[in-house]
């Protein structure tokens, strides 16, 4: 695939982006309407496990997952999707539940999972202490290192010390609370 050079070929990219986005929905959430008819009628959840292997990890994939469990006898088993009986979902009320999964697209039923961004202060600054660790090797092995600021090395060195401390009280004061609970 070609690297995008300028503005009129990434406003070309989103527009087929956008397309061809469209069009995928539209045939998962055909599919799925039928691997929903599939178990609910026969019991057989393998149409589901196919639509979701060929979905891959490159799609929505999860969305569609919990849109099947919504709407159909399947459920999550050690991280597989299996069938599971249903007592609300019957001969009677197959074709409300068919009716509301064609009304109801996965794409609306269920919100684009958002990640939250994660700092680890503690990593980081252990990593502050190793670079300093390898530094301090490479300037005994004769190698030429110019060392800035090395008194903040025991700084830092005391504020991981004081915070796996505060932990470890933590950790004996739940510890503790739990014998006596």
């Known amino acids: 695939m070609s690297q995008i050079q300028n503005e009129v070929s ?16 539209e045939y998962i959430h055909a599919a799925g309407l039928f691997a929903l008819l599939q178990v609910n009628q026969h019991n057989n959840n393998g149409f589901a496990v196919r639509l979701l292997e060929a979905m891959g990890k490159k799609h929505d994939a999860k969305r569609v997952e919990k849109w099947l469990c919504h709407f159909g006898k399947l459920g999550m088993k050690g991280g597989l999707l299996v069938y599971r009986a249903r007592r609300d979902i019957t001969p009677e009320t197959l074709d409300k539940f068919q009716a509301e999964a064609a009304q109801t697209p996965y794409w609306e039923l269920t919100e684009q999972e958002h990640h939250a961004f994660k700092f680890n202060c503690l990593g980081m600054l252990e990593s502050i ?15 030429e290192v110019e060392i800035v600021g090395p008194d903040l090395v025991a700084e830092v060195t005391a504020i991981i010390a004081k915070h796996k401390a505060a932990a470890a009280a933590q950790v004996q004061a739940a510890v503790a609370g739990k014998a006596t609970a």
Not at 129 to 143: H, I, P, V, Y
């Open 129 to 143: 202490l190793s670079r300093s660790d390898t530094a301090k090797a490479k300037a005994a092995a004769g190698e």
């Open 10 to 25: 990434f406003n070309k990219a989103l527009k087929a982006i956008n397309k061809s986005g469209e069009a995928l929905a």
